[in-house]
């Protein structure tokens, strides 16, 4: 069971690589994506999370946990512990996005950041992307708002960037002009 110890906190060099496709799904690769994907299950139920002192998260890929491996896993329930969306993704790739940009008002945060780091991050309102799952069956996720932003954080950390590396620094806290709120 992966716990907070085992994601790799900024700066760590592996959170800035980009990280390799998957050429073959093989077992190792099928269980860690699991793990990934498990941490998230655990870390959104409070008596796990409590009992392992595992932070909450919504995403996760595999570079911050120390593969180099495209892949990552999401994990997002409504307020009532309803599944709203779960995937475990092998080499997604944006294949379209909107013009329209969105936000988190609040900014957002990063299982490998400790800190708060405080910022608007500009992302596509919508994106479609594409993957394969892990029997190799081929994917198309068409996401919008929080969903987009969350997978789109996560596609990041498949190519080393770090959502504060999308804040402007000029101005962080103000919105781009037609940027809207993720409600």
Known sequence: MLTTKDIIRDPDPMLRKKVAEIKEIDKETVDQLKEMREYLVNSQNEETAEKYGLRPGVGLAAPQIGLDKRMLAVYIEDG???????????????????????????????????????????????IKVNAVDIEGNPVEIKAKGMLAVVLQHELDHLDGIMFYDRIDEDMPMEPKIGARPVE
């Not at 790739?93 to 329209?100: E, I, L, R």
């Not at 936000?103 to 992302?123: F, K, N, Q, T």
Request: a negative charge.
């Open 80 to 126: 009532e512990g309803d599944i709203d969306h779960d995937f475990m993704l092998i080499n997604p790739k944006v294949k379209s996005h909107s013009v329209t940009e969105t936000y988190l008002p609040g900014g957002e945060g990063c299982l490998s950041v400790d800190e708060d780091i405080a910022g608007l991050v500009h992302r596509y309102q919508r």
